[in-house]
């Protein structure tokens, strides 16, 4: 096997999935006939308007709620057949809207991100140390180690749980909605980080976003979801496709194929 | 870890002298030589007051560390299960079962008497009972725990069964005498003394065992700080982690509780006063210091229910708030922000 052919390997695979919950009398499915292969080293985004089904496909990849029928396979290994336990060191995830503690250092924090390696205790071993360190300097973090989370601004405290998900050192990430509360900066330096990563460490993040027209130039891939359809392409293969012109109402929003973005329609009268 | 080694030695240091001031403090005033002597095994010219050190006041100084300790912690366990800082010891209805199994004992007394006669008014009884009323709750609420997906939940149905169980003291308590109400209130106002050298044993058997649980759940406990999704994707097992955290917390405060009334309080506080002196929130560093912090606060609120000086003691669920609750504030509005 030669060194090439690792380097595109497919890490995470849907094939003919379908998404919903599961009622007590009904199913109300969310999505259907999703395929798509994401390889290591790519940086996919998933986009969709809101209510479209983006956290309900995060969610069923990451195991949190059972697929209505299909297959997800992680390093080729069906993700209905991995336990609980042993899930944490395949995927991690970066979250949005979680109670998560502030009064803990940045080192204790993005420390925590060991937890499936680490003894009953939690004791960092010097490899855990070792990586927690790496995953810190990745988003340039270093200097503040040592500060308390509560101090930090929100744009670097996204970059401490990016950390924590570095930290747990799984070829896979999944991030709902990375850039949300950050401004035009931060957001494009997240994602730009998020591109390094991918790049330099061979691990492959799939995001939720609603940042079209900065994942557009960035992104390997996009997964599209629009009214329970879902695409799956290069940008420039969705565009050729024509498949974002259906995402938004066309007398509001409307998409330039020129210039790759979306443009508000200004009203005349 | 050299920082929260000094922290633990002066937390360490101050039990002692809380320990010393709590033994030679009481309606008696014994000389501190006197005190040392009989702790130490040796004869002490007054036999009264060696009887008194060694079987009233050490076995009340340790029963106070052991249900401040074992409250704090069982307050902690519940802040980070419940992700809330409003969380104590008794949201999950436990101190209310425990009321009820006593309310039931002292204020439907009447109707068993004639089968239990004199066993009724015993101590043991109260202990039972409320034991009793505190398991019940406890495999009611276990048995949500297993249910319900949202910890939410559970809290908001620990609460309801909480106001569930008042509702029936409180009609008991309408249709009892006055002497029995009586009772139910002295058992309500809590006390840290009466407990002999046997339920003292009992009381840290208890203790070793919840405190067990807890620290066997530390690791699990600072992965749920992050929320329980992240603890959920780096493999905690939500269920199984909040059913042993549920059962530690039961078999600490309950303990207290059966022996020394439903404590307020102290649960709920000792964590947030410890994290204003420990700035972090990690459990390994947090729980040895609550620890510490919940039988100070203890030993503190039982030398001022002495009322040094005077022959009369205070109840001392009314001391822990009365005295505890503006410490609490006036750190609040110190440091203007709750660390949690």
């Not at chain 1, 997800?72 to 809207?97: A, E, F, P």
């Not at chain 2, 048995?143 to 509702?167: E, H, N, P």
């Not at chain 2, 700080?225 to 493999?235: Q, T, V």
């Not at chain 2, 609750?325 to 949690?340: E, M, Q, S, T």
């Amino acid at each position: 096997m030669s060194s090439e052919f690792n380097q595109s390997k497919i890490l995470l695979s849907a094939s003919s999935l379908n998404l919903g919950y599961k009622e007590k009398r009904s199913v109300i499915s969310v999505a259907e006939a999703i395929n798509f292969e994401i390889k290591t080293g790519e940086l996919v985004a998933l986009i969709g308007i809101n209510g479209s089904g983006k956290s309900t496909l995060l969610k069923t990849l990451s195991g949190q709620i059972p697929a209505l029928s299909g297959e997800v396979k992680i390093d080729n290994q069906l993700l209905s057949g991995l336990h609980d336990k042993n899930l944490g060191s395949y995927l991690s995830l970066v979250l949005t809207n979680e109670p998560v503690s502030r009064q803990l250092t940045v080192m204790e924090l993005v420390a925590l991100g060991r937890h499936p390696y680490t003894n009953w205790m939690g004791q960092l071993s010097e490899i855990d140390v070792e990586k927690v360190n790496k995953a810190l300097s990745q988003v340039d973090l270093i200097q503040k180690k040592d500060k308390l989370c509560d101090s930090l601004s929100d744009g670097q405290f996204q970059k401490v749980l990016i950390a924590r998900a570095l930290a747990q050192d799984t070829p896979l990430i999944l991030m709902d909605e990375p850039t949300t509360h950050l401004d035009m900066f931060h957001k494009a330096y997240v994602l730009q980080l998020l591109k390094t990563i991918v790049k330099t460490s061979q691990k492959s993040i799939l995001f939720a976003s609603h940042e079209i027209n900065l994942a557009l130039q960035l992104c390997d891939k996009i997964i599209l979801i629009d009214k329970g359809k879902v695409d799956f392409g290069t940008p420039s293969e969705l565009i050729q496709k024509g498949a974002f012109k259906t995402l938004f109402p066309a007398d509001f929003i409307v998409f330039d194929e020129v210039s790759k973005t979306f443009r508000m329609r200004i009203q005349d009268d | 870890m050299s920082k929260s080694f000094i922290n633990h030695f002066l937390l360490f240091i101050v039990l002692l002298v809380g320990v010393v001031m709590s033994l030679s403090l009481g309606s008696v005033s014994i000389p501190f030589e006197d005190i040392f002597k009989s702790l130490f095994g040796l004869s002490i010219e007054n036999s009264t007051w060696e009887y008194i050190i060694v079987n009233y006041r050490l076995p009340k100084t340790i029963t106070a560390i052991l249900i401040g300790s074992g409250l704090s912690v069982s307050g902690l366990l519940m802040q980070t299960l419940f992700r809330n800082p409003l969380a104590g010891p008794y949201v999950l209805g436990l101190s209310s079962g425990a009321s009820l199994g006593v309310a039931f004992l002292i204020m439907g007394a009447s109707l068993l008497s004639g089968f239990l006669g004199e066993f009724l008014y015993s101590k043991w009884a109260i202990i039972l009972s409320a034991s009793g009323g505190s398991l019940l709750v406890m495999l009611a609420v276990l048995s949500t725990a297993q249910r319900v997906k949202d910890t939410m939940t559970l809290l908001i149905i620990g609460l309801m069964v909480a106001s569930l169980t008042s509702a029936i003291v409180s009609v008991l308590a309408y249709f009892s005498s006055s002497n029995e109400l009586q009772l139910y209130i002295f058992w309500s106002f809590g006390s840290l003394g009466n407990l002999s050298w046997k339920e003292v044993g009992i009381l840290s058997l208890c203790w070793f065992i919840g405190l067990s649980f807890a620290v066997f759940c530390l690791k699990n406990l600072n992965a749920l700080l992050l929320g329980e999704n992240y603890a959920k994707s780096m493999g905690v097992q939500l269920k199984k982690n909040r059913i042993l955290i549920i059962v530690s917390t039961s078999i600490l405060a309950g303990s207290a509780t059966a022996f020394a009334g439903p404590i307020a309080f102290v649960g709920l506080a000792v964590p947030h006063l410890v994290r204003q002196l420990v700035p972090t929130n990690d459990h390994r560093v947090l729980l040895p210091s609550i620890i510490f912090g919940g039988a100070i606060l203890m030993l503190l609120c039982d030398i001022i229910a002495q009322l040094p000086g005077t022959e009369s003691t205070l109840p001392i669920n009314a001391v822990t708030s009365i005295f505890g609750a503006p410490v609490v504030i006036w750190l609040l509005l110190r440091k203007r922000k709750l660390n949690f």
